[in-house]
């Protein structure tokens, strides 16, 4: 059996991404963008990661598939260890690990037609079997575009139909693992719902494992079988998506889901207002880096760790209050 496990196709265990930043004279602190994130994603799976900006969604993303080197921990890939492969180690796996912007015209160069912009990928990752063309063609009807596109320049294009590009040329290579990073955020909301169906479609046929990052809740909990939600880099809860928006277990989730006006599924009662801003990074609280803002923070959260408790089979969460055992209403049983 792979060191992953199971039939997981990527396991992370205890990845940190931190980033130097300058702080005058001299001085440099370190920015901690993720911490500690441990998880595993399955063949064929969606997981969906969400959190307020700054949260750390997309460095982990482009972490976990070695666009961003990680400074701690470990990540497997199809049963290897990744974590430290240099470029032209990862070179034959890039293929298999692709990455869907959030802005597509900022990823297509504009002075190259479509068609071009598809094939380059594909001869650069030696699938140039064939007629080019028609392997273009095939990529370009795949994601419902008229193969005359490939003749065109991004800039003749509607936002939705770049974004169908972006989607072709990521899936022309045959990856196993997709991370979508808010593929829809920059579209009409008339084409928002096209997108995501084009690619609840294409990850059921090509049995693709996708972290899909959004903000969307509504999004998230259509397209996905887990979420994993983040809070300052750290993974405050995650588990199966049906039963994380049904009884959220972590605060910060269930402001998350109240925020959303009448949204369904959504944890009941009135919306939860958090105060203040998230601390910065570079110099987190102690303890639970929620409890500043959190309606339910207890003396105890000044120190506790952020380890993950279980809550039920899947479902865990970095809530103190799941070890005091204490009630909805944050009172001691």
Not at 68 to 83: L, M, N, Q, S, V
Not at 120 to 146: F, K, Q, S, T
Not at 151 to 168: K, N
Request: net charge positive; aromatic share 4%.
């Amino acid at each position: 059996m792979s060191a992953a496990g199971d039939d997981a196709i990527m396991r992370l265990e205890g990845v940190g991404v931190s980033f130097p930043q300058r702080r005058g004279l001299g001085r440099q602190a370190l920015l901690h963008a993720v911490n500690d994130v441990s998880f595993s994603l399955q063949r064929g799976e969606v997981v969906a990661l969400v959190g307020e900006s700054g949260s750390g969604k997309s460095t982990l993303g482009r972490a976990a598939i070695r666009v961003t080197r990680p400074t701690a921990g470990t990540i497997w890939f199809e049963g290897r260890d990744i974590t430290a492969l240099g470029r032209a180690e990862l070179r034959p796996l890039r293929r298999r690990m692709q990455l869907i912007f959030q802005d597509p015209y900022g990823s297509l160069n504009p002075r190259i037609r479509i068609g071009e912009a598809i094939a380059e990928g594909i001869r650069l990752h030696g699938l140039a079997r064939g007629d080019l063309r028609e392997r273009v063609a095939r990529a370009l009807d795949g994601v419902g575009l008229r193969p005359e596109i490939a003749e065109r320049l991004p800039a003749a294009l509607s936002g939705g139909q770049r974004q169908r590009v972006a989607i072709a040329r990521a899936l022309a290579v045959e990856p196993s693992v997709v991370v979508a990073d808010e593929p829809t955020s920059a579209l009409d909301v008339s084409v928002q719902a096209e997108i995501i169906d084009l690619l609840k479609t294409l990850q059921g046929a090509h049995e693709l494992a996708m972290l899909f990052i959004s903000h969307d809740l509504r999004v998230v909990k259509d397209i996905s079988d887990r979420v994993m939600v983040l809070y300052l880099g750290h993974v405050v809860e995650i588990g199966p998506t049906r039963r994380v928006f049904s009884a959220p277990a972590h605060p910060y989730t269930e402001a998350l889901l109240r925020s959303v006006p009448r949204h369904p599924g959504a944890a009941a009662g009135t919306p939860i207002v958090l105060e203040g801003e998230p601390p910065n990074p570079m110099a987190p609280p102690s303890g639970c880096v929620f409890h500043p803002r959190c309606p339910h923070a207890l003396p105890e959260c000044r120190t506790a760790d952020m380890r993950h408790r279980p809550v039920a089979p899947g479902h865990g969460t970095a809530c103190i209050r799941t070890d005091l055992s204490l009630d909805a209403g944050g009172a001691r049983r």
